[in-house]
């Protein structure tokens, strides 16, 4: 049976990769009117919005598009409404930076392949009534998240893990209780699955059979009231599947048949996979379906090496118990079920946590137990304060107080699991022995540079934004906690996120240009430091900093030593890295101002490669300049706007005749260097652009 699903998954994937193959060649083709369906508002019905095409021509209807909207035509849309707009259609990119999320392939697994732009403003013309029901669980859903909060702090942590675990509202990605929960092994408490439906049905069927409803009524009740409870959450895909499987399941007794999990198993993944293919793919479909056979398959063994656990003395006679041995022997009797349960199901996801997020949390095998059993208590009471809020608000409010202290229970255990020496263990990024630099890509003409020497050094970080999604993730992966921060110059771009680095690393150090300068994120960041007491660091020209033996940090340029506040571009650091005898220059977006400056001093300016990004108001990278630092590669910014910011093209050209390679980032997104004593190799993160070896002469 599970062979026919696995089967019927593959054919149909093949009929909806060969229409999405067949999308792509609608790029290149002009401005289309089309008119479309909108099936997905996104987690907060705010967007980004998925549409379905009803009618363009010569374009296949059915296809998936993700609506970009221009922000000054942003319309705020809902599940089923219609739209007819001219646009283009756009490929969506693919990641400029190591290990951050790919867009590309989380979308191409939802039937998306292409992004549609409309470029005259939207016009709507009705709604669909297939998505009325989605429509109505959408204001069910927002009434639910105020409810179930109320008399608690919108943003606190309880209210966050309320909201998480009822509606699979997830924190945001920075958050440490993030990190404890993923570190204890209980991350899915924060997104609506099989677990949270499970609870949902086995709460509704107690609170039917209390009312003495025929065995029947009960189960197609509980069914009906988990498949609302899927739309109200999303109907996201591991809920769906979840009411497909229990469904499968509990319809067995309908038919007054004893229901067998593993065959239940493989008919609701027939089903999944008959309408859509792509699911045998994801990471949420392959730990459902592989943790439920786990748990039918080895529970049944676990039991049995546990059955010490749950006994008595074969010799004594269980009459001779008195209340509160036999209270004790039914304890450890259900610790034993839940131990063997717990571990059967470590053995299903285990394995496909080390594939797809590379850690393995063997404390979730005992954490699981407690913190389960809370978070049912917390979506029991969630919705007792629902229906008992409806009829009296106080009697709501004193339950949503105690909802939190649960809430705060839940997380402090998570820490505490997330804590234990070796209860989790993480895959160890493959960088070998040498040392690594990556110039990040960022949007807009930012910048950021990790430094893998020493205790790791963070030069320039991007904004908030910018930072949390393509830095951020990169760092983690890498498992990497720089303790020295430096700020190249007082952009928001490069350093709005400066502070958040505060609240993430244990930092020693940090290095900037100077303290008067007048942007509100750097001076934030200057306060944040002389708070955090780590040692702040204004340097000047010639200073040298020791990482490592062979590494050093060099200071070329040092603008606390120039009179008046000048250009931000222009009052930054220039640095020059020595590592094992290779020279790598970082000159921030300064321009032709600082490059004179540095020819002036007389100082030596050679390097093997240039990191620079591109200054607003002056030229940059001069011939004199590229001259005097005689570099074998160039690594650049290249934004499209403003014009000041992109590489113009006779200075391609210059590069080129001087045998300069350059790394346009545009072009190659990230680069990776990577640093061997007798070799330096760049490693563009897109295709297209050859890795670069640079050796010695």
């Given at each position: 049976?599970?062979?026919?699903?696995?089967?019927?998954g593959?054919?149909?994937h093949?009929?909806?990769?060969?229409?999405q193959?067949?999308?792509?060649k609608?790029?290149?083709?002009g401005e289309?009117?089309?008119?479309?369906?909108?099936?997905?508002?996104?987690?907060?019905?705010?967007?980004?919005?998925?549409?379905k095409?009803?009618?363009?021509?010569?374009?296949p209807t059915?296809?998936?598009?993700?609506?970009?909207q221009?922000?000054?035509?942003?319309?705020?849309?809902?599940?089923?409404d219609?739209?007819?707009?001219?646009?283009?259609?756009?490929?969506?990119?693919?990641?400029?930076?190591?290990?951050?999320?790919d867009?590309?392939?989380?979308?191409?697994?939802?039937?998306?392949?292409?992004?549609?732009?409309?470029?005259e403003?939207l016009?709507?013309s009705?709604?669909?009534?297939?998505y009325?029901p989605?429509?109505?669980?959408a204001?069910?859903?927002?009434?639910i998240?105020?409810?179930?909060?109320?008399?608690?702090?919108?943003?606190?942590?309880?209210a966050?893990?309320?909201?998480a675990?009822?509606?699979?509202e997830r924190?945001?990605?920075?958050?440490?209780?993030?990190?404890?929960?993923?570190?204890?092994?209980?991350?899915?408490v924060?997104?609506?699955?099989g677990?949270?439906?499970?609870m949902?049905?086995?709460?509704?069927?107690?609170?039917?059979?209390?009312?003495?409803?025929?065995?029947?009524?009960?189960?197609?009740?509980?069914?009906l009231?988990?498949?609302?409870y899927?739309?109200?959450?999303?109907?996201n895909a591991?809920?769906?599947r979840?009411?497909?499987?229990?469904?499968?399941f509990?319809?067995g007794?309908?038919?007054?048949?004893?229901?067998?999990l593993?065959?239940?198993?493989?008919?609701s993944?027939?089903?999944?996979?008959?309408?859509?293919?792509h699911?045998?793919?994801?990471?949420?479909?392959?730990l459902?379906?592989?943790v439920?056979?786990?748990i039918?398959l080895?529970?049944?063994?676990?039991?049995?090496?546990?059955?010490?656990l749950?006994?008595?003395?074969?010799?004594?006679p269980?009459?001779?118990l008195?209340?509160?041995?036999?209270f004790?022997?039914?304890?450890?009797?259900?610790?034993?079920?839940?131990?063997?349960v717990?571990?059967?199901?470590?053995?299903?996801?285990?394995?496909?946590?080390?594939?797809?997020?590379?850690?393995?949390?063997?404390?979730?095998?005992?954490?699981?137990?407690?913190?389960?059993?809370?978070?049912?208590l917390?979506?029991?009471?969630?919705?007792?304060?629902l229906?008992v809020?409806a009829?009296?608000?106080?009697a709501g409010?004193?339950?949503?107080?105690l909802?939190?202290?649960?809430?705060?229970?839940t997380?402090?255990?998570?820490?505490?699991f997330?804590?234990?020496?070796?209860?989790?263990?993480?895959r160890?990024?493959?960088n070998?022995?040498?040392?690594?630099?990556?110039?990040?890509?960022?949007?807009?003409?930012?910048?950021?540079q990790?430094?893998?020497?020493?205790?790791?050094?963070l030069l320039?970080?991007?904004?908030d934004?910018?930072?949390?999604?393509?830095?951020?993730?990169?760092?983690r992966?890498l498992?990497?906690r720089?303790?020295?921060?430096?700020?190249?110059?007082?952009?928001?771009?490069?350093?709005?996120?400066?502070?958040?680095?505060l609240?993430?690393?244990?930092?020693?150090q940090?290095?900037?240009?100077r303290t008067?300068l007048?942007?509100?994120?750097?001076?934030?960041?200057v306060?944040?430091?002389?708070?955090h007491?780590s040692?702040?660091?204004?340097p000047?020209?010639?200073?040298?900093?020791?990482?490592?033996?062979?590494i050093f940090?060099?200071?070329?340029h040092?603008?606390?030593?120039?009179?008046?506040?000048?250009?931000?571009?222009?009052?930054?650091?220039?640095?020059?890295l020595?590592c094992h005898?290779?020279?790598?220059?970082?000159?921030?977006?300064?321009g032709?101002?600082?490059?004179?400056?540095?020819?002036?001093?007389?100082?030596?300016l050679?390097?093997d490669?240039?990191v620079?990004?591109r200054?607003?108001?002056?030229?940059?990278?001069?011939?004199?300049?590229?001259?005097?630092?005689?570099?074998?590669?160039?690594?650049?910014?290249?934004a499209?706007?403003?014009?000041?910011e992109?590489?113009?093209?006779?200075?391609?050209?210059?590069?080129?005749l001087?045998?300069?390679d350059?790394?346009?980032?545009q072009?190659?997104?990230?680069?990776?260097?990577?640093?061997?004593?007798?070799?330096?190799?760049?490693?563009?993160?897109?295709?297209?652009?050859?890795p670069?070896?640079?050796?010695?002469?």
């Open positions: 049976m599970l062979s026919s699903g696995l089967l019927l593959h054919l149909t093949g009929t909806i990769i060969e229409s193959h067949d999308c792509l609608q790029v290149d083709i289309k009117i089309i008119r479309g369906v909108v099936i997905d508002t996104g987690k907060l019905e705010s967007g980004p919005y998925l549409i095409v009803l009618e363009a021509e010569n374009f059915g296809t998936r598009l993700l609506l970009s221009p922000k000054h035509q942003d319309v705020i849309l809902k599940h089923g219609i739209i007819s707009t001219k646009g283009r259609f756009k490929n969506i990119g693919s990641i400029r930076n190591p290990y951050e999320f867009r590309k392939k989380w979308l191409y697994r939802q039937g998306v392949t292409l992004i549609f732009t409309p470029s403003k016009k709507l009705g709604t669909s009534w297939q009325l989605f429509r109505t669980m204001k069910w859903r927002q009434h998240r105020s409810a179930i909060t109320l008399s608690i702090a919108q943003e606190s942590k309880q966050q893990l309320i909201r675990v009822v509606l699979g924190p945001p990605r920075d958050s440490a209780m993030i990190h404890d929960f993923r570190e204890s092994g209980t991350l899915h924060f997104a609506v699955s677990l949270h439906v499970g949902v049905g086995a709460i509704i069927s107690v609170v039917l059979w209390f009312f003495r409803l025929p065995s029947w009524a009960v189960i197609l009740g509980t069914i009231c988990m498949t609302v899927a739309g109200i959450t999303g109907m591991p809920a769906v979840a009411v497909i499987m229990a469904t499968v509990l319809s007794f309908l038919v007054q048949r004893k229901p067998v593993v065959n239940s198993l493989a008919a993944a027939i089903i999944v996979l008959l309408f859509d293919g699911q045998l793919f994801t990471t949420g479909f392959q459902s379906y592989g439920l056979l786990a039918a080895a529970t049944g063994m676990w039991t049995r090496v546990l059955k010490p749950g006994e008595i003395d074969p010799f004594f269980r009459p001779l008195n209340s509160k041995q036999e004790l022997l039914e304890k450890r009797r259900w610790l034993r079920g839940s131990l063997a717990s571990m059967a199901a470590w053995m299903g996801s285990a394995p496909l946590m080390w594939l797809h997020f590379g850690i393995v949390t063997p404390i979730a095998i005992i954490a699981g137990i407690p913190l389960m059993l809370i978070v049912f917390i979506l029991a009471l969630a919705m007792l304060s229906a809020g009829l009296w608000q106080p409010d004193s339950i949503n107080a909802n939190s202290r649960l809430a705060t229970t997380y402090t255990l998570a820490a505490a997330a804590d234990i020496p070796s209860g989790h263990h993480y160890k990024p493959n070998n022995d040498n040392h690594h630099i990556i110039v990040f890509d960022l949007p807009y003409g930012g910048g950021a990790f430094l893998d020497v020493g205790g790791g050094i320039d970080c991007g904004h934004d910018t930072f949390r999604r393509h830095v951020l993730p990169t760092l992966a498992r990497a720089p303790d020295s921060l430096i700020i190249s110059h007082a952009d928001v771009k490069h350093c709005g996120a400066m502070s958040q680095c609240k993430f690393y244990d930092v020693k940090s290095l900037i240009p008067d007048r942007s509100p994120s750097y001076k934030k960041f306060k944040n430091v002389l708070a007491k040692q702040l660091i204004t000047s020209a010639g200073q040298i900093f020791e990482i490592e033996p062979e940090l060099e200071t070329l040092a603008p606390r030593e120039i009179d008046g506040s000048g250009r931000a571009d222009d009052t930054g650091l220039v640095l020059r020595h005898g290779w020279q790598i220059l970082f000159t921030g977006d300064a032709y101002t600082t490059e004179d400056q540095l020819l002036s001093s007389g100082i030596d050679s390097a490669i240039i620079m990004g200054n607003r108001d002056d030229f940059t990278g001069s011939q004199s300049f590229l001259q005097a630092v005689q570099p074998s590669a160039i690594i650049s910014t290249n499209t706007f403003p014009q000041m992109s590489i113009p093209k006779t200075w391609k050209k210059y590069l080129k001087s045998n300069i350059l790394f346009d980032q072009l190659t997104g990230a680069v990776t260097i990577t640093i061997d004593k007798e070799s330096l190799t760049l490693s563009p993160t897109l295709e297209g652009t050859p670069l070896m640079i050796t010695r002469e």
